[in-house]
C-alpha cells in the first residue's frame, strides 16, 4: 500500500451509506477521485453504498463491489495471501487518524447483516439476513489476538446480538465462551429486543469481563419504536440499564437516538434526553430517508427548519459536547468530522436540503 493515490496503481475507495451525511462523503470523496484518476488507474469503489445506490457507480473505469462481492479483490489482483485470510483487527495509524478508532484493542468482526427489518435502514438492503463467523474461528481469531499482545477486543457486526442465528447459537454462547480468555471486551452493537433476550443467558462472570457496549435504542417513544418497526418496550431497556449501571459499574453503555422521525412530536423528542440517565454517552442523529426504505414512504416528515431547531434544544442541553470527554454523561453528535455546531447545520443542510424542498409536517410539531 502506498500513502498518496498518484503513487498508486489501483485505487480502492471504501463507502459508507449509513446516512445521508455519510452518503455524502462518500459521493464528494468518489468523484474527486473519478475527475483526477479514473482515465489513468482502475478505481475499486467498494462497500454498502454500491449496493444501495447502485446507480452512483455507472461510470467508466469504476469497478463497484458490495459488501458480499470481496472475494472479488482475489480474482482483481491474484494475491498470494486470500482476501479472506487477513485479518482486519489491527489498526494501523499509518492510515487511519488515531481520533478514529481505540488503537489498544483488537477489531474482531464476528458477523454481518442482522435478523431485523428496521424500516429506516438501507443497510440490510446491502448485507440482508446475518452471516455469522463460526464460532471456532472467533475464538481462533481470539487466541492469536492474544498472543499478538491484544489485552482488549471490540466485538464488531452490524448487530452483534443477531450473532449465531444462522449458526443455531447465540451471542451468549460466544460471551460465556471468551470469559475464559484473560481479555477486555467491548461490543458494538446490540439490537436493544436482542439484548433482551441474551442478558438473562449471560453469566455474571461474563458481565464482568465486559467493558464497553452499545445498544442503539433510537427512540424513547414506543410509539416511533413501533413505525421504525422495532420491537421492545423502551421502558424495559431502560430498567436494564439501571440494573446494569448498578450491578456492573465497570460497563460503559453507549445508546444512539434518532431524532426528527416521520410524524415525531416535540414532547417524544423532548423525552429522549432522559436516557443520559441510564447511560454513559447518548449520540444523537437526525433522520434521513434513505432509497427504497418503507420510512421513506411515510407521511409527517419534518421540516429542514424543525431538525434546526431540534438540533440547536440538542445544543442548549446542559451535557451537550462534541465529544466524549466529559465527567457527566455526555450527549454528543454523531459525526466524523464535526468540530463545532456551524458543522452540524451544514450536515443537516447538505443531507436534507433547503426547507422548500421537504415536506412540511401536518400540525404542530410541538
Sequence with gaps: ??????????????????????????????????????????????????????NLFDQNGVIALGPKDLHRFNEIFQPEIRIEDISGGKLNDRFIDRNYGIFDAYYLQICQGCVSSCSYCAIKKAKGQVKSKPLDNVIRELDQAIKDGYSRIMLLGDDCGSYGVDLGIDLSDLL????????????????????LYLHPKLQRSTLERIQFINIPIQSTSNRIIKLMGRHYDVDDILHLMQE????????????????????????EFESSFRVAEYFDSVIYFYYTDRKNVRSSLLDGKLSRAEIDHRTQAILNHSRFHLDRDSADPPIIMLGYDLQSPQDIFQSIKDSIGFPSEIETPNGDCH
Aim: net charge negative; hydrophobic share 35%.
Design 244 to 267: 446494569m449501571r448498578r450491578n456492573y459499574p465497570g460497563i460503559y453503555l453507549e445508546t444512539h437516538i434518532m431524532y426528527g422521525f416521520p410524524t415525531e412530536s416535540w414532547e
Design 176 to 195: 460465556n465462551k471468551l470469559v475464559n480468555f484473560n481479555v477486555g471486551i467491548s461490543i458494538n452493537y446490540v439490537e436493544p429486543g436482542r439484548f
Design 1 to 54: 500500500m502506498v500513502e498518496t493515490p498518484s503513487e498508486a496503481d489501483c485505487i480502492v475507495i471504501s463507502t459508507c451509506g449509513f446516512d445521508q451525511e455519510r452518503e455524502n462523503v462518500s459521493r464528494h470523496i468518489i468523484g474527486q477521485y473519478i475527475d483526477e484518476f479514473s482515465k489513468h488507474k482502475p478505481i475499486i469503489v467498494c462497500g454498502c453504498l454500491t449496493k444501495i445506490n447502485p
